[in-house]
């Protein structure tokens, strides 16, 4: 069966810090893979999606860059994390266009003090 | 006005009430999503609709595409059942955009 695996479960990081957040699945290839934010008290956000390895597309400008190294592997990453990037973010995954299957993992709670 | 719209907003109620949820949208799909999340922030896929109805134990979601309107049943309501719901839409194979879009949600309380 497919698993996903998001990490760190909880971050808290200062301002200007770094930032690495890790996604994989396992047990399906090629899938499609998206990371999420979720402000306090809004809906999701698509940040990124890939439809494959190296293939990256964003959806909003900002502080963030997601990059897919390898087939299950998506990372989220900042150089300089601001204020405004804490927020629950969240990895997913689906097979193919038709989205069929979509599933999340548990999130990570990034709080930028 | 959003292309995904959710009500109620907030929803409380007893333990064995009949739960209804429902998700209106304004854009041509292919498929539907009820997904639930909880408070621990945690996303569970429920359904994946393209027509019809599904039923999965007490959760059972229905979906018109002719009226673009999808409705999430709980029935006999459980405390455990306290969650957000989340409503999601897909854009037709044609359309290239990987993008889900979502609606706001809908908070359930059930009080024992």
């Known amino acids: 069966s497919q698993t996903i695996h998001q990490w760190p479960a909880t971050l808290v990081q200062p301002v200007g810090s770094p930032l690495s957040l890790e996604c994989t699945v396992e047990g399906t290839s090629n899938p499609n893979l998206y990371w999420y934010r979720q402000a306090a008290g809004r809906g999701l956000q698509l940040l990124f999606y890939s439809v494959g390895i190296g293939q990256i597309s964003s959806e909003v400008p900002q502080n963030l860059s997601a990059s897919r190294p390898q087939d299950r592997q998506f990372i989220l990453s900042s150089k300089k994390l601001l204020l405004s990037d804490s927020g629950f973010y969240l990895c997913?995954?689906?097979?193919?266009?038709?989205?069929?299957?979509?599933?999340f993992g548990s999130g990570t709670r990034l709080t930028v003090v | 006005k959003n292309e995904v719209e959710q009500s109620p907003q907030n929803l409380t109620a007893q333990e064995g009430e009949f739960i209804t949820i429902n998700c209106s949208y304004s854009?041509?799909?292919?498929?539907l999503h009820w997904l639930q999340q909880h408070p621990g922030g945690g996303i569970v896929s429920l359904f994946m609709?393209?027509?019809?109805?599904k039923k999965h134990g007490r959760l059972i979601a229905t979906i018109n595409i002719q009226e673009k309107h999808s409705s999430l049943h709980i029935t006999a309501s459980h405390p455990r059942d306290s969650a957000v719901y989340i409503c999601?839409?897909?854009?037709?194979?044609?359309?290239?955009?990987?993008?889900?879009?979502w609606g706001a949600g809908t908070k359930l309380i059930i009080k024992p």
């Open positions: 997913a995954w689906s097979r193919g266009p038709s989205m069929q299957g979509y599933t």
């Open positions: 854009v041509g799909i292919s498929a």
């Open positions: 999601a839409v897909k854009a037709p194979p044609m359309d290239s955009n990987y993008q889900l879009i």
């Open positions: 609709l393209s027509s019809g109805k």
